[in-house]
Structures are given as structure tokens and as C-alpha cells.
């Protein structure tokens, strides 16, 4: 069981980052019905692959791997938990504008996206990728017992 959820945690890790990238290059390039449409789609996909991440990785915490003692007293791990919070805190505004192009889209028009507003959600999404290379980076120092503390 431990492999299963350590294969969907990983799993899901990976999808979440073409996920956000995928939106990223859709975001730089020109606003289409369609590209609108597939931004919602990667943003609703990256929404459900950070839920099953968070998921299978607190069930790996508590039950399938070192413990909850471990992590908990392990630095790398505590910036790691602390970056995801971040990440996903600067993931709503992008999301937000996102979900506001539903009704144009309803009724078959381009959602309206000025230069500014386009410059602000590269500027996060760029924030979120750095965010989750460092997250990596964390689960890098972390398997190998870095920043462990009693």
C-alpha cells in the first residue's frame, strides 16, 4: 500500500506542474474561445491533482512512511507543507479570473483579458512554479534525512 500511495503522490505532483505550465503558455499567448476553455480545463485539473497530492501525502505521513514524528520534526518538511500553503494561496486569483470567463464562454465569446491582468497571472503562475521546484527541492532534502531536528 505504501507504493501505491507513494506512486499517486508523485503521480499527481507531476500532473499538477504541466498542469500550471501548460497554463502559463496559454496565458502568454493570444486569448481564443478555445485556449480560454483549455485554461479552465488545466486550472480545474490542477486543482484536483493538488487535492490528491495534499491527499496521498498526508495519508503517507500519518500511515505509510516514517511517521508523523518524523516529518514534523524535520525542517525541509516544514517549509515544504509551508510553500504548498503558499502556492495554493497564490493559485486563487489566477483560478478567480479563470472561473469569470465562464460567462463569456456561455455564450460563445472570448473572455476579455487586458495586459495588465494577463501580466499579474504569468507573474503568479511563474511565482507558483517557483514555488513547487522549491517544494521538490524540500522532498529532495528530505529523503535524505536534511534538516531533521529533535
Not at 491533482?49 to 516544514?78: M, P, T
Request: hydrophobic share 55%.
Amino acid at each position: 500500500m505504501s507504493v501505491a500511495f507513494a506512486f499517486l503522490h508523485h503521480l499527481a505532483a507531476f500532473v499538477l506542474l504541466a498542469a500550471l505550465f501548460l497554463e502559463l503558455v496559454l496565458v502568454k499567448g493570444e486569448l481564443t474561445a478555445w485556449s480560454a476553455r483549455k485554461i479552465l480545463l488545466y486550472d480545474r485539473v490542477y486543482g484536483i491533482a493538488a487535492g490528491v497530492l495534499l491527499i496521498a501525502g498526508s495519508l503517507r505521513v500519518a500511515y505509510f512512511e516514517k511517521g508523523a514524528h518524523y516529518y514534523f520534526h524535520n525542517l525541509a518538511f516544514l517549509v515544504k507543507i509551508s510553500l504548498f500553503v503558499l502556492v495554493c494561496l497564490v493559485s486563487i486569483y489566477p483560478t478567480r479570473e479563470f472561473l469569470s470567463w465562464r460567462a463569456a464562454l456561455g455564450q460563445e465569446r472570448v473572455p476579455v483579458l487586458d495586459e495588465r491582468r494577463r501580466r499579474r497571472i504569468s507573474f503568479m503562475i511563474h511565482g507558483e512554479l517557483t514555488g513547487v521546484a522549491l517544494i521538490m527541492l524540500c522532498a529532495a532534502l528530505m529523503a535524505k534525512g536534511v534538516g531533521s531536528f529533535s
